[in-house]
């Protein structure tokens, strides 16, 4: 999975927040590019996750659709914030606050994803306390036993059901939804892809960057990109999930694009009598 690893920074031994204590050290050099960011890339690129699920839940609240997509939204953007802070310092604390999060909004994902056939701002407490209870262990276990494998099954887990509840709805209920769907699930396995890449070809791509141009090296950082593809591929699968719950209640939402690049869902007016 995500090999321990660690090079001495060209600018201090340490840098600004000291030796790294999380059990995790990716394939970025360590302050390399500043004596405040352990890894720089690594941790600008978590702005795709904050950013826009931000607006998202501001726009998901000002068109007065349900609650648990306003979540959805900023469960995301806490994520970015937690592998912002978890990249920037090292330090285990923060890769907690990365880490758990991640158990936390996908928890958010999978109730959106499998309560959007019921009645409008229905409550389903028993779905809630079973994610709940899920969370709870993950968490309880994770911090007795830290072993980050245990945290990627986890969390894989989740996303296996997504994907699957997913698959379900654009096969048998909104065909419609397919391009949107199988978008979402490529854009977030071409970011799971270059995830590997950076854990097992390491070596490779340190030695490569010795001999590259710093602007041609940051593209390189492949655990950067995770970040890039798997926020607009999470984001993607939220408008996906808010969409077939439309669909269901009969609402309309427009698809309105950021600077003509990021997809974003603007509900209509309700039609009054």
């Known amino acids: ?25 990716w394939c970025e050099e360590n302050y390399f590019v500043s004596n405040y960011v352990a890894e720089f890339w690594n941790t600008m690129s978590n702005l795709i996750m904050i950013l826009p699920p931000a607006y998202g839940a501001l726009r998901t609240f000002k068109d007065g ?9 900023l469960g995301l953007a806490a994520v970015g914030v937690g592998s912002w802070c978890f990249h920037m310092t090292l330090q285990y604390e923060m890769q907690l606050l990365d880490e758990l999060p991640m158990i936390y909004s996908c928890c958010v994902f999978v109730y959106c994803l499998f309560e959007c ?3 409008e701002n229905s409550i389903n407490y028993i ?4 994610l709940g209870g899920f969370s709870t262990v993950v968490t309880v276990v994770y911090l007795l036993w830290k072993e980050p494998v245990f945290h990627q099954v986890m969390y894989g887990a989740l996303v296996c059901c997504l994907v699957l ?12 939804l397919r391009p949107l769907c199988y978008t979402s699930l490529s854009v977030f396995l071409l970011g799971f892809l270059l995830w590997n890449v950076d ?16 602007v041609i090296g940051a593209v390189t950082q492949f655990h950067a990109w995770w970040h890039v593809f798997t926020g607009l591929g999470s984001h993607l699968h939220i408008l996906l999930s808010l969409q077939s ?5 009969k ?10 690049v990021w997809p974003v869902l603007h509900a209509e007016p309700r039609k009054t009598r």
């Not at 719950?245 to 209640?249: D, E, I, P, T, W």
């Not at 609402?251 to 003509?260: A, N, Q, T």
């Open 1 to 25: 999975m995500a090999p321990s690893l660690h090079v001495p920074s060209r600018l201090s031994p340490a840098g600004f927040w000291g030796s790294p204590t999380s059990t995790l050290d």
């Open 65 to 73: 659709l349900e609650t648990r997509y306003v979540f959805a939204f």
């Open 117 to 119: 056939f019921k009645h």
């Open 127 to 130: 779905v809630i306390t079973i």
């Open 165 to 176: 509840r997913s698959v379900y709805i654009v096969t048998w209920v909104y065909p419609c």
């Open 199 to 214: 854990n097992l070809l390491c070596d490779t791509l340190r030695n490569s960057r010795q001999s590259l141009p710093p």
């Open 245 to 249: 719950r439309a669909n269901y209640l």
């Open 251 to 260: 609402r309309r939402l427009r698809v309105k694009f950021i600077c003509g």
